[in-house]
């Protein structure tokens, strides 16, 4: 048995190195840590609970209006398929997993800089899977998968959208046709308000249409 549970504790370690640990976020008004809270199982241990997972999608076919167009949007996808962004619902103090599907091919301007750089996930890091990043191959005991890369900032000349809240000190850069995956916690509910900081929408700067319109490139939070 306590072979058992050290191996247990083991395994959680090594999964522990592959994400980080902790992070740092800040709230409305003043910065704020916030902890990652990890159990470990062994002899006589509970055991966290799963990450809750949220997964994003971004497509570009989205009809707006007749005199702008397609602009793209952020989906939420659930049981049932794609659904609004425009009010995202996630349960305070557990571990978030956000896997973020992006189709859209062409990068877009930063509002800021300071947004190609990643914070507020666990080791202020994401896990990026895209076509560039695939090398995978067959060998005498089955396929070599390689496609995956952990980056603490993006170019900007290859972001497409970043997923941003503010208030909380979240940024995700998202690479363009590319899967992201970032973990976090919140652990002061509330509501708070997300942004894309790239110029994605329409009008001569870029932030008319999808940028300012709720359940495209924006809409809020609710943590509870």
Request: charged share 10%; with cysteine.
């Amino acid at each position: 048995m306590k072979e058992k549970g050290v191996l247990a504790a083991l395994s959680v370690v090594l999964v522990l190195v592959g994400i980080g640990v902790g992070y740092i976020a800040g709230t409305s008004g003043s910065p704020k840590t916030v902890t990652v809270t990890t159990v470990m199982t062994g002899q006589g241990g509970a055991q966290a609970p799963a990450p809750y997972v949220l997964t994003l999608v971004v497509t570009t076919n989205n009809h707006y209006n007749s005199s702008v167009g397609d602009q793209p949007a952020f989906y939420v996808l659930g049981p049932k398929g794609l659904q609004s962004s425009a009010n995202i619902s996630l349960p305070a103090h557990r571990l978030i997993k956000l896997v973020l599907i992006n189709y859209d091919s062409g990068a877009a301007n930063l509002t800021q800089a300071k947004y190609s750089d990643v914070s507020g996930t666990v080791g202020n890091s994401i896990l990026v899977i895209n076509d560039s990043l695939i090398d995978s191959r067959q060998t005498s005991s089955g396929i070599d998968i390689r496609g995956a890369q952990n980056e603490t900032s993006v170019p900007p000349s290859v972001i497409a959208h970043t997923f941003t809240i503010p208030s909380l000190g979240i940024n995700i850069p998202v690479p363009t046709q590319s899967t992201v995956v970032a973990y976090f916690e919140i652990n002061t509910p509330g509501t708070y308000t997300w942004f894309c900081m790239t110029l994605c929408g329409s009008g001569p700067n870029g932030l008319g249409g999808a940028m300012s319109t709720p359940g495209w490139m924006t809409g809020t939070v609710v943590v509870s």
